[in-house]
């Protein structure tokens, strides 16, 4: 029986999840959460062997969470579940650990079928990433990567995009304003924008937030 912990920022999604792997003989779950700096703590406590993950968390995006999780924990096995599929965040997802990616517009199935074979030691992509896949290696511009930010600053854009003031960055990550300023001050010239609207549209294309749903 494979120790299970759900990662899902939406309730209804992650709440649908538990309640169909709650009762399935193979999983024991272990523990579920809803954003990234929870998820963490959660899986270095309940010490899980398969996580299903989404893509897009709040705080801590779920390519960060992965990077971080599988340096602790090397025989972990993920399942990216995600409403976004685009080639930048799918190969960041693979290159941070992930063994396999379905999207959530496949259905119950298909996500069934491949969280069963990545806890089994295999790898799974649902139809509309497989597609995506096929595309990247017939046109490998399509999947520019970003990674030549550090860490940190991949944290504080996804924390710029989502609004954070300064102040707010730097108490959340226990760092000084000042230090803040310069990691904002280094983004900008990595990435040649100079505002916050424009470091928005970014996180936006790379996958770090979600775009805001009208009210």
């Excluded at 299903?52 to 995006?61: E, F, I, Q, T």
């Excluded at 990433?129 to 990247?136: E, F, G, K």
Aim: net charge neutral; with cysteine; charged share 25%.
């Amino acid at each position: 029986m494979k120790r299970l912990v759900i990662v899902e920022d939406q309730t209804a999604i992650r709440e649908m999840l538990v309640e169909i792997l709650r009762t399935d003989v193979n999983y024991k779950l272990v523990g579920e959460s809803g954003d990234g700096q929870s998820a963490y703590a959660l899986c270095l406590e309940a010490l899980p062997d398969v996580i299903v993950l989404d893509a897009k968390l709040p705080g801590l995006n779920g390519v960060d969470l992965l990077r971080r999780l599988t340096k602790q924990l090397r025989n972990l096995r993920v399942l990216v579940f995600s409403g976004h599929e685009n080639p930048m965040l799918v190969r960041e997802m693979l290159e941070a650990g992930a063994h396999g990616f379905v999207e959530k517009t496949a259905g119950l199935f298909e996500f069934k079928k491949g969280l069963e074979t990545v806890a089994n030691g295999g790898t799974y992509f649902g139809p509309a990433v497989a597609a995506l896949l096929r595309n990247v290696v017939a046109n490998p511009s399509a999947s520019a990567s970003s990674d030549f930010l550090t860490d940190r600053e991949r944290e504080i854009l996804q924390l710029v995009a989502e609004s954070h003031s300064t102040k707010e960055i730097a108490s959340k990550l226990n760092i000084s304003v000042k230090t803040v300023d310069n990691h904002r001050t280094n983004l900008m010239r990595k990435l040649n924008l100079h505002d916050v609207a424009s470091l928005t549209r970014y996180a936006l294309e790379i996958g770090l937030i979600e775009p805001k749903k009208p009210i």
